[in-house]
């Protein structure tokens, strides 16, 4: 549900992907939120900090794309289909859900044929369900939604809680 903003890929972990990526040609962002300052902060912080996590382990990618509202269902589409990997950022896994299903990329997803990797939201929409633990405020109840189901695994990385409000 994490990652060490100093090192987010261990070697370990490094050299698994080098090992499972056929190429660099493309790695296709999707970010766990619809909303302009979320999908911005992506663009800006994010995307620029896991580019430089993938260098420090030996993988740069040619290309890299952002899916966003704005975004045309084709590129979108087009984007997954000539991709390397694909990885679903942290966020609001409802929202995330929404953005894939509007740009029709969940059956894509399903049968992709690169690397996918999950950060919290996006790990939770990989799963066989997205179950929220009562966490927050923004997530004061339980709640358990079908996911990609692309691991027949159901993940609930957040099972933590702020203070007793949410026990």
Known sequence: ????????????????????????????????????EKIDKTINEKIPLFTEH???????????KCITP?????????W???SSMVMMMSGNPFLQKNLLEAKELTKLLQNYD????????????MSKHIIITPCSKEYPEFDVRPGLNLSELSIFPHNNFEGDDFP
């Open 70 to 78: 704005k975004t045309t269902t084709k590129e979108a589409q087009e």
């Open 114 to 125: 690169g690397v996918i990797m999950g950060f919290s939201a996006g790990a939770m929409n």
């Open 1 to 36: 549900s994490g990652f060490n903003k100093e090192q987010a890929f261990w070697h370990e972990l490094g050299e698994q992907l080098k090992e499972d990526l056929t190429n660099t040609k493309r790695i296709v962002y999707i970010p766990g939120s619809t909303k302009k």
């Open 80 to 82: 997954i289909n000539n």
């Open 54 to 64: 993938f260098r420090k382990v030996g993988i740069v990618f040619e290309d890299v």
